[in-house]
Nanobody
């Protein structure tokens, strides 16, 4: 069973860069044919897919966030990372990492952007 765990700061100042890491266990980000993804849910709103990286390192981004988003990976640690630049309080959300299409999810981590 693939397990995912998000980690990173819970508080970020506006205009700075939000960085989160997803550590994967029970699977490999380089050999398992999943889309290793980042999703977020702002308070009172629905889920928003942000982007993904696949087993070969190809990245995919939401058009609405592409300008500010970067997803990378550390294959030696079996981790993939989200960077979101120039954050505003509207980026406050619970951030999840997940593996599709098998629908494995991390527990989520709250990130608050202070103005």
């Amino acid at each position: 069973q693939v397990q995912l765990q998000e980690s990173g700061p819970g508080l970020v100042k506006a205009s700075q860069t939000l960085s989160l890491t997803c550590t994967v266990s029970g699977g490999s980000i380089t050999t398992d044919y999943y889309y290793w993804s980042w999703i977020r849910q702002p308070p009172g709103k629905g889920l928003e897919w942000m982007g993904a990286i696949n087993y070969s390192g190809t990245t995919y981004y939401s058009p609405s966030l592409k300008r500010r988003t970067s997803i990378s990976r550390d294959t030696s640690k079996n981790q993939f990372t989200l960077q979101l630049n120039s954050v505003t309080p509207e980026d406050t959300a619970v951030y999840y990492c997940a593996a599709f299409p098998r629908d494995y999810w991390g527990q989520g981590t709250q990130v608050t952007v202070s103005s």
